[in-house]
């Protein structure tokens, strides 16, 4: 049996959001001619066809034996917009990731090119998580890791040296100096080692920091956001200890946040909204045409594909939100800037967001025991499967490229997340107050030739960006 997790911009949905579709049932099913050698083919088929957002793509016939892997039968009929679908056969790990629950030494990397034109890479330190084997071995954001094991991170070996079980980085620090009348920031040649760091698993807590800022007599929230994961209550707690201290702006960091549940995302922007805006439109999600059909059919229901504005939540009682984004800052992130949109100011400040803009479900082949011919479990067999879009209340799907942020500015590395020092939060906290603060001023910063992230599993980094 194959389940619609209906789901929207983020990861999957909550399992009590299962609705059984019959008509995927049925194409399941049938599609299944006992040949072991193409039972994974078969999977990948009949779920494509069902829910794709893209299924006017995927033939109702193919002919499995001209594809040699289940990866080369997706890439046939992919749409070319898609840049988020892929077919993995390690189910557990990436559904285990989306809860934040991933083996890590606790270490966020953003990576780059040591300079133009080399092969060289370095690893700047993003974020270091609490209660990780990398935060209890001393290392802090902004370090700049060249080496790991001895061995010079390059363009060709990173990946490796990085996932590695046991690391020893060689690393150095980000200075700031001030050159024919700049601020300039940069990392010197001066060389350090760190102890010997074993990653183990973990489970890390979406909720990362919030504190309340006192500047110019206006009370300023801020809220460092891991990951919409399962933990609503915890998005719960975090926003009423925020309403206790009478906050009357918020700044909400997403730059490491990359999505997840559709749950905590509904609820998050529930208590983000503008008083009397319960039960008005959040999100509409589209689907294919004849998923959208069954599902309205099973729901008897036409606001099926619509979310709403839930009541009795805690509320900030916002006029306009302040966002830190970064090229990380993806799915669940951009849909609930999107969704905000409509309601209240929504000013962002960072970078470019990711662009994540269509809605994915994880699925797993349930249907079979027993292991493929390489003894890979079938159950571990799964397509991580874009399969609906979502619009404003405005009707705008305005993320599609990402979000160009309102305040362009480089992430420095230099300060904690959260400190009045860093670049990002200092803005903020001057367009908060309106007075110009001397910790707002910008840095030039010392990368170039951004190459991607490195550290958080998701799927969407981990898997696609290395598709």
Not at 292 to 311: G, I
Not at 401 to 421: A, C, M, S, V, W
């Amino acid at each position: 049996m194959v389940a619609a997790l209906l789901a929207t911009g983020c990861d999957y949905a909550e399992k009590d959001d299962v609705i059984v579709s019959r008509r995927a049932k049925e194409a399941y099913e049938e599609a299944y001619n006992n040949n072991d050698k193409y039972l994974v083919w078969e999977f990948i088929h009949s779920v494509s066809y069902v829910y794709y957002l893209w299924n006017n793509n995927v033939p109702a016939n193919i002919d499995y034996s001209l594809y040699e892997t289940p990866q080369d039968l997706f890439e046939s009929f992919r749409h070319r917009d898609d840049r988020f679908s892929v077919v993995i056969n390690n189910y557990t790990e990436a559904n285990e990731s989306l809860d934040n629950i991933y083996e890590s030494d606790g270490i966020n990397y953003e990576l780059y090119l040591e300079k133009q034109g080399s092969d060289n890479v370095v690893a700047t330190v993003e974020y270091v998580y609490d209660g990780t084997p990398a935060k209890e071995a001393g290392i802090k954001r902004g370090y700049v890791i060249h080496k790991v094991n001895g061995t010079q991170l390059t363009t060709s070996n990173y990946n490796e040296l990085l996932k590695q079980k046991t690391c020893t980085y060689t690393y150095s620090t980000i200075s700031v100096k001030e050159q024919h009348g700049e601020t300039i920031t940069e990392y010197g040649d001066e060389l350090h080692e760190s102890p010997a760091i074993t990653k183990r698993h973990l489970t890390i807590d979406p909720i990362l920091k919030t504190s309340v800022t006192v500047k110019d007599g206006r009370r300023i929230g801020y809220f460092l956001f891991d990951s919409f994961t399962l933990d609503t209550k915890g998005v719960i707690d975090a926003i009423e200890s925020l309403e206790a201290q009478q906050i009357e702006d918020l700044v909400l960091d997403l730059r490491i946040n990359t999505g997840g549940y559709i749950n905590t995302l509904d609820t998050l922007a529930a208590m983000l909204v503008p008083d009397g805006h319960e039960g008005d439109l959040f999100m509409t999600d589209t689907y294919n045409q004849a998923l959208a059909a069954e599902l309205r059919q099973e729901s008897n229901d036409p606001n099926f594909n619509k979310r709403f504005f839930a009541s009795g939540l805690p509320n900030l009682h916002l006029s306009r939100i302040f966002i830190l984004t970064s090229n990380n800052t993806a799915s669940s992130s951009e849909q609930l800037i999107s969704g905000l949109m409509p309601y209240m100011p929504v000013t962002l400040i960072g970078d470019r967001t990711y662009g994540k803009f269509t809605g994915n479900l994880l699925l797993n082949d349930v249907a079979h025991e027993g292991s493929d011919p390489d003894g890979i479990p079938y159950s571990e067999w799964a397509v991580y499967l874009s399969v609906m879009q979502c619009n404003n209340a405005n009707g705008e799907m305005n993320f599609a490229n990402g979000f160009t942020p309102d305040y362009k500015i480089p992430d420095i590395y230099r300060h904690e997340l959260g400190d009045e020092q860093e670049p990002l939060f200092a803005k903020a906290l001057e367009l908060c107050t309106g007075s110009l603060a001397k910790s707002a001023k910008t840095y030039r910063t010392p990368f170039q030739d951004y190459i991607g992230h490195y550290g958080k599993p998701s799927i969407k980094y981990s898997l696609i960006v290395n598709r």
